[in-house]
Each structure stands twice: as structure tokens, then as C-alpha cells.
């Protein structure tokens, strides 16, 4: 069955440094991966949507590599910022009647001032 | 940009009672929406997909006739959790597809407590 790995439960950086989160996974071939940043008791918040077929996506401060080879996405936050502190979730989704999300676990980022 | 509502944000209802949960796309029509659970510390699990006018698709593991969707329109679909048990006891969120299924808008979560 496909799975999905966000490398660390928990990240704690230093204010203005960048968070690098990883999200790997196995049994699957996702047409799209996904970042959400989830707060306390909130919904998920879509943050950026990469394509198979590319490679780097960029949204203001935020980054997203997408190695189908590897199996692998890394997000990347620049200058990062208390204001940042959150879970960041990575989600799988498929094409055609296969367009669902599967979540990873997240990881809980925790930026220091 | 979309906003999905969702109501009401907590809950707590005696076990063997029955519980509705709306959510309502605000500014556009949402013919697919998406049911999630999410135990604490724990990712979200994807319940049930509901089509407006037609039945919902549930996961394998979920009981349909315990966890009963209706989309009846396209601005509104329920999720009635039916003789709950404290084992139900959750936060549920639903999901709309952003237009041109450019990722997804969330509602805020239910949190369903059973007692």
C-alpha cells in the first residue's frame, strides 16, 4: 500500500534561517504532491501544488522540489519567521477518478525568535 | 479566494445520540466534496467522497450507514454522525477542490466530542 514519510515529527529552527521539511514516499506515482500548513485546531491551508513533471515550484518565501526518481519532495521555508510556526503537512493526490488526498503526518515546525 | 464554512466547530453530544455537521462552499459550487477524520497527533484520513445529487463513495473501513453523507446541492454537503460512541469522538474536516483543482480549500474542523 502507498506511504507516505514526512522525515522528522518535529523541527525546531532559528528565526531567519530556512526550514527544510522532507516528504518521501513509496508504492505510488502522484500526478500532484501538495503542501498544507495546519494550525491548533484549524483546517489545512493549501500552500503550493507541484506537477509530476516538474521539478521547482517558488510562492514568495516558499519553496518545493519534486524528485519523482527519488520519490521525494523537500519544502523549503527562507527567512523564516515565528509567524511560521505550524504543521506542515505533504498530501499525494492522484489524476483522473483518482484525484483524492492522502496525507502524510506532518511535521510540527517551531520557529525560535 | 474559496471559502468553505463549516459548522459548528465544537460539539459534545451524549453517546447514542446523533450529530450533523454542515459545510458550505461560500463563494462557488462545489459538485465534490471530501471527508476527513483526524485522531490527535495523527494525519488526516479520508472518510468519504461526496458527489452532489448521488451517493457518497466511502473508504474502505468507514461504515456508511454509521457516518451518513448527503449533497444535495452545489453549495452544501453533511456529514451525520448517527449513534455515536465515544470511540467517534474526532475532528472532522471537509474539503472542496479548488477551482481548476488547483489544491484544495479546507473548512475550519468539527471537533465531536462523545460522552
Known amino acids: 500500500s502507498q506511504k507516505i514519510e514526512q522525515n522528522s515529527e518535529a523541527l525546531n529552527i532559528q528565526e531567519g534561517k530556512t526550514a527544510t521539511l522532507t516528504c518521501n514516499y513509496t508504492n505510488y506515482s502522484p500526478a500532484y504532491l501538495q503542501w498544507y500548513r495546519q494550525d491548533p485546531g484549524r483546517g489545512p491551508v493549501f500552500l503550493l501544488l507541484i506537477r509530476e513533471n516538474e521539478k521547482e515550484k517558488r510562492k514568495e518565501r516558499l519553496k518545493v522540489t519534486f524528485d519523482t526518481t527519488l520519490k521525494q519532495s523537500l519544502f523549503h521555508i527562507t527567512a523564516s519567521q515565528p509567524a511560521d510556526s505550524a504543521t506542515y503537512l505533504c498530501?499525494?493526490?492522484?489524476?483522473?477518478?483518482?484525484?483524492?488526498?492522502?496525507f502524510g503526518s506532518g511535521t510540527q515546525l517551531t520557529v525560535l525568535p | 479566494g474559496a471559502v468553505v464554512s463549516q459548522h459548528p466547530s465544537r460539539v459534545i453530544c451524549k453517546s447514542g445520540t446523533s450529530v450533523k455537521i454542515e459545510c458550505r462552499s461560500l463563494?462557488?459550487?462545489?459538485?465534490?466534496m471530501f471527508w476527513y477524520r483526524q485522531f490527535p497527533k495523527q494525519s488526516l484520513m479520508l472518510m468519504a467522497t461526496?458527489?452532489?445529487?448521488?451517493?457518497?463513495?466511502?473508504e474502505q473501513g468507514v461504515e456508511k450507514d454509521k457516518f451518513l453523507i448527503n449533497h444535495a446541492s452545489l453549495t452544501l454537503s453533511t456529514l451525520t454522525v448517527t449513534s455515536a460512541h465515544p470511540e467517534d469522538s474526532s475532528f472532522y474536516i471537509c474539503?472542496?477542490?479548488?477551482?481548476?483543482?488547483?489544491?484544495?480549500?479546507f473548512g475550519s474542523g468539527t471537533r465531536l466530542t462523545v460522552v
Open positions: 474539503s472542496a477542490p479548488n477551482r481548476g483543482w488547483y489544491g484544495y480549500t
Open positions: 461526496s458527489n452532489e445529487g448521488s451517493k457518497a463513495t466511502y
Open positions: 498530501a499525494l493526490e492522484g489524476s483522473g477518478s483518482a484525484r483524492q488526498l492522502t
Open positions: 463563494d462557488f459550487q462545489a459538485t465534490t
